[in-house]
C-alpha cells in the first residue's frame, strides 16, 4: 500500500495542494507544483522559477557533463511515501505521452538536483563533479528535513544509507552515485534495496 500526502489537479490547470495528513493540518502549495492526479503522491509547496537554492542553479540539460543517480526511499511508521515527478524541474513541462505516470521529458529547465518520475531517483547533473547533499535536494523540494521531521511527517528518523546506519545529521547524507537512501519516521523498516536500471 502507497502512503502519500493528497495532490489534487483542476481541470485545465496543474495545481497542488500540500495536505499535511500525517500531522493534522494543511499548508496550501501554490499553483503548478505538482504533476499528477494521484491521490496519494507526496508533493511540494515550492514553484520552481530558476532562482538559485542553496547557491544550486537551475538551467538546460547538461549534455555530456557530471551526471549521476542516487535513490531516496521514505516509510512513516513503516508505510512507504513515494516522492513527486517534477521536483527541481521549472515549467512549462513536457510529460511522456505513452506513460500512465508522470514522467517529465523535457521541461524550460532543470536544477542540478532533481527528479522525473515517482520512482525515488534522484538526478543529480552538473557541469563538473559536485558534491551534493540530502539536505540540498529536500530544500529544493521545498520541505524540511531533520532528525525528527521529514516533510510533513514528524517522530523519530533513522538513516539507511546502502543498508548501513547512517548516524550523522540527515540533511548531511551525502548524494552518491548508486546510493540507496531510506529515511524511517517513527517504525523502523528493514533496508529495502533498489536495483538501479542498467543506463543508470
Do not use: K
Amino acid at each position: 500500500m502507497r502512503h502519500r500526502l493528497l495532490l489534487r489537479r483542476r481541470t485545465g490547470l496543474l495545481a497542488a495542494v500540500l495536505l499535511v495528513a500525517l500531522s493534522g493540518g494543511a499548508i496550501p502549495a501554490a499553483a503548478d507544483a505538482g504533476i499528477t492526479d494521484d491521490p496519494l503522491v507526496l508533493v511540494t509547496a515550492a514553484v520552481w522559477d530558476g532562482a538559485p537554492v542553496d547557491e544550486i542553479p537551475a538551467g538546460p540539460m547538461v549534455a555530456g557533463g557530471f551526471h549521476i543517480h542516487a535513490h531516496l526511499s521514505i516509510f512513516v511508521d513503516g508505510v512507504q511515501a513515494w516522492l513527486p515527478a517534477g521536483v527541481g524541474v521549472t515549467r512549462p513541462i513536457v510529460l511522456d505521452p505513452a506513460r500512465p505516470d508522470p514522467v517529465v521529458t523535457a521541461a524550460a529547465g532543470f536544477y542540478w538536483l532533481h527528479t522525473h518520475d515517482e520512482s525515488g531517483v534522484i538526478h543529480a547533473e552538473a557541469p563538473q563533479p559536485h558534491a551534493f547533499t540530502l539536505g540540498q535536494f529536500f530544500d529544493i523540494w521545498g520541505q524540511p528535513l531533520s532528525r525528527h521531521r521529514v516533510g510533513p511527517a514528524q517522530g523519530d528518523v533513522s538513516v539507511l544509507v546502502d543498508g548501513q546506519l547512517f548516524e550523522g545529521d540527515p540533511r548531511s547524507v551525502p548524494i552518491t552515485s548508486h546510493a540507496t537512501i531510506q529515511l524511517n519516521v517513527g517504525q523502523d523498516v528493514a533496508f529495502q534495496p533498489y536495483l538501479f536500471p542498467s543506463n543508470y
